[in-house]
C-alpha cells in the first residue's frame, strides 16, 4: 500500500483498483514468488484535455514488488479488443485496492467481450509454453507445465460454462481429466518450494496436452469485437469527470 500511494504522489493519479495477478492470483506462487500488482488509475480531468498527453502505463518495481497501472482510457480501448489481461485482471481473487469502478468494469467486460476470442488465446498461449519450453528432454519446469495446463483448463471451462474461469486454479483443473488434474497437483508441490522447480512428463499427460492444442480455430482469425463500447465509452467519461 505505501507502494501505491508513492506511485499516485509521483505521478499526480489515482489508483482506483489494485489486484495481484499471475500465480499468486491462481493459486500456485512459490515462496520465492515476486508480488505481481496490476492497477487502473486516472489522472486530473486537464490531463485529457492537455496537448501534452500523459503516460498510458506506470511501471514501479522495488525488491520483490512489480507494480503496473494503466490509465483508465488504455483500460478502456484494450477492453474494446476482448484483451485476455484485463479478463483476468477484473478476475482476481487477490484485490489490495477496491471500487465500484471495477465492478462496473467487470460487468460491462463480462457482457460485451469476445468469449471465443478468449477461449482460443488460452489455447494459443498454452501451445507456446509448450513448444517454446518443452520441445525435447523429459524433465521440464513444473511452473511450464502449470502454464500450459491451466491454458487447456480456461478454455474446456469457457467451451462448457460459455462464460470466463474463475481464477483459482481449483475451480478450473476440474474441467481437466482426473489423470491431468493429478499431473497438475504434483506439479505444484514441487513448484511451492521454488520457481525452479523441474518434473518428469508423464506420456498421458504429454498426449492429453498434444491433442488439446491441436484444435482447428487456433489457426483461424477470431472475432474480438466487444459488445459494449457505447456504455463503456460513456462510464469511462463518467469517471474522468469527477476528477479535478
Known sequence: MKALKKIERE???????????????WGFASEDS????????????????????????????????????????KFGELSLKSNPQIAE???????????????????LFDKGCSLEYLRTHYLRMAKQNYHKYMGSGVSHSCKKYLYVL?????????????????LPYKDVI??????????????????????????????????????????????????TSFSKKKELDEYIIKVIKKQK
Not at 499526480?12 to 500465480?23: F, R
Not at 485482471?89 to 460487468?107: A, G, H, M, N, T
Open 174 to 223: 476440474s474441467y481437466l481429466p482426473e489423470f491431468v488434474s493429478k499431473f497438475f497437483e504434483k506439479c505444484i508441490i514441487q513448484k511451492n518450494q521454488t520457481e525452479k522447480a523441474l518434473i518428469i512428463g508423464e506420456e498421458k499427460v504429454l498426449d492429453f496436452i498434444n491433442i488439446s492444442l491441436m484444435d482447428k480455430n487456433l489457426k483461424e482469425k477470431v472475432d
Open 89 to 107: 485482471w477484473l478476475r482476481s481473487p487477490v484485490v489490495y485496492i477496491s471500487s465500484e469502478v471495477k465492478d462496473k468494469f467487470k460487468e
Open 34 to 73: 515476486d508480488f505481481d500488482i496490476r492497477c487502473m488509475h486516472v489522472g486530473k480531468i486537464d490531463d485529457y484535455l492537455s496537448l501534452t498527453e500523459k503516460a498510458k502505463q506506470i511501471n514501479f518495481v522495488e525488491n520483490n514488488l512489480d507494480v503496473e497501472s494503466w490509465d483508465i482510457r
Open 150 to 166: 491451466r491454458g487447456i483448463a480456461c478454455a474446456e471451462y469457457i467451451k462448457k460454462e460459455n462464460e470466463l474461469p474463475p
Open 11 to 25: 505521478n499526480t493519479v489515482k489508483i482506483l483498483w489494485a489486484i495481484e495477478s499471475g500465480s499468486r492470483a
